[in-house]
């Protein structure tokens, strides 16, 4: 396996247009060519030089993400360093309320020693009267002396119901869904999450309907079944794992032609919010799993975890679909594995709450999602977000399908949302 000239980034065979980790062109760069022995030295050497500088170039932009995650660091410790100061402050101000309170007590007037003896005889004396009265005036006997029966519950009151269990259904291709609530979360990572880019700005989504997302990714086998072919570069893998080297423009006409087979269902890739708040499952940490990614859960580059996580495997490859941890909510891959298409063109997030976005009308890029074998964790965490050209193609790129009623309101786009309680 060939590695990249500038970033050292262990390249996939057969070898993608460009690098997965720097963009460098591999197709077109001269140190990877067989016939860079017919070359004049004059141009070999401008060449190398132009490597050259493009890794310094990549050397100077991993010493800057080198320092500023070394200052993320340092805004978490004194972040810390200030809710520890916040809470030894909280305990010393109920201390002194304590103390004060005891204080306040000990200058309370206290009844004298005769006082309370007095105080314990007329007690004494009162009940010695109440044993006399009953003794000479007995109770007449009329009372029942069976205690009354406890009130029971009624019986045309239905007991309460456990929660029903999430809808799902499975095609006749084998393709199993299931059904995602509707609701609210916060879409992008906080300012401290490690790895985190600009482009994850943390806004509150609204997703208003429902929909059923598939529980794993397209496989190969599903993508045969209804193409006819498989364009996978690891089609020995098998039938059970993900479909790749498919661009947007490749899974859409996969959808329709799904569509046009019937069976009550449409279906369609899923946007950008709906991907997000499927892949968190309700958690707001930078994996559903947690803090950390491991390699027994999710299928990406072991040799390069989230900062502060220990190390795992490097398969160095797609896996069958399915066969590692599923999320919360029974989605599987969504972390690694391969990357998954989205239906949203690429623009930056919006300042404030939203419901039911769709992203912008057009644009030059669309959104991928999830990570993939041949990357980091970092690039695994549900809110990191990146784009392609519709018309690209990798081995580590494919997608999974959502699934709607005929005429839901699900396909309608999305707006602000003007009042966000």
Known sequence: MQNCPVCNQKLPEPLSPFCPRCGWDIKNDLTLAPTIGDLPDSVVEEYRQLVALARKNWRERLEFEKRRKALEKEVRRLRQKDRQASEREQRLQAEHEEMARRLEEERRPRPSKWRTLLAGSVGVLFLGLVVVVMAFFPSSGNEDPTPSPKPRPDPATPAPRPPTAPKSFTNSLGMEFVYIEPGEFMMGSPP???????????????????????????????????????????????????????????????????????????????????????????????????????????????????????????????VPVGGLKANAWGLYDMHGNVWEWCRDWYDDYPDGPVIDPTGPADGAFRVIRGGSWILSAGNCRSAYRLHHSPDIRFNFLGFRALAVRPGSSSDRGGRRLQDPR
């Not at 032609?257 to 997000?276: D, F, H, M, S, V």
């Not at 996580?309 to 490859?317: L, N, Q, S, T």
């Open 192 to 318: 401290d999450e490690p790895d985190r880019f600009n482009n994850e700005r943390r806004h509150k989504v609204r997703l208003t309907n429902g929909f059923y997302m598939q529980t794993t990714e397209v496989t190969q086998g599903q993508w045969k079944a209804v193409m006819g072919s498989n364009p996978s570069d690891f089609s020995s893998c098998g039938d059970d794992c993900p479909v790749e080297t498919v661009s947007l423009n490749d899974a859409q006409r996969y959808i329709e032609k799904l569509n046009g087979r019937g069976g009550g269902r449409q279906y369609r890739l899923p946007t950008e919010a709906e991907w997000e708040y499927a892949a968190r499952a309700g958690t707001d940490t930078p994996f559903s799993f947690g803090e950390c990614l491991s390699t027994n859960d999710a299928n990406y580059d072991g040799d390069d975890p989230l900062e502060g996580c220990p190390k795992g495997k490097d398969r160095g490859k797609p």
